[in-house]
């Protein structure tokens, strides 16, 4: 069993960044796979970025690229999700999952585990 639990969501102005985390309960952080997703009002969940166990590689949605970087540390049970030059279309609940998988999966119903969520809002 894992825990989730994100932090660091706020508001922030356009252009602004904000560096969201995810702790994680447990001693077996390193076996998941961890992901970011996000999901907007009226919108379905959506992946944003993935990670593998010892991070080494990494996958991001296309409206994320060269703006968004996730990173973990094993030691600290912890992933985090950088975000810089937000817009307005980034906000959303952002969520942290865990997949006991061997590579990075996007579909949603690869994550065995999922945070509550952290609120990220962006003024224009």
């Known amino acids: 069993q894992v825990q989730l639990v994100e932090s660091g969501g706020g508001l922030v102005q356009a252009g602004g960044s904000l560096r969201l985390s995810c702790s994680a309960s447990?001693?077996?952080?390193?076996?998941?796979?961890m992901g970011w997703f996000r999901q907007a009002p009226g919108k379905e969940r959506e992946f944003v970025a993935g990670?593998?166990?010892?991070?080494?590689?990494?996958r991001y949605a296309d409206f994320v690229k060269g703006r968004f970087t996730i990173s973990r540390d094993n030691a600290k049970n912890t992933v985090y999700l950088q975000m810089n030059n937000l817009k307005p279309e980034d906000a959303a609940v952002y969520y942290c999952?865990?997949?006991?998988?061997?590579?990075?999966?996007?579909?949603?119903?690869?994550?065995?585990?999922w945070g509550q969520g952290t609120q990220v809002t962006v003024s224009s």
């Open positions: 447990g001693r077996t952080f390193s076996s998941y796979i």
């Open positions: 990670i593998s166990r010892y991070g080494s590689t990494t």
């Open positions: 999952a865990a997949a006991g998988t061997t590579m990075i999966q996007t579909p949603l119903n690869e994550y065995d585990y």
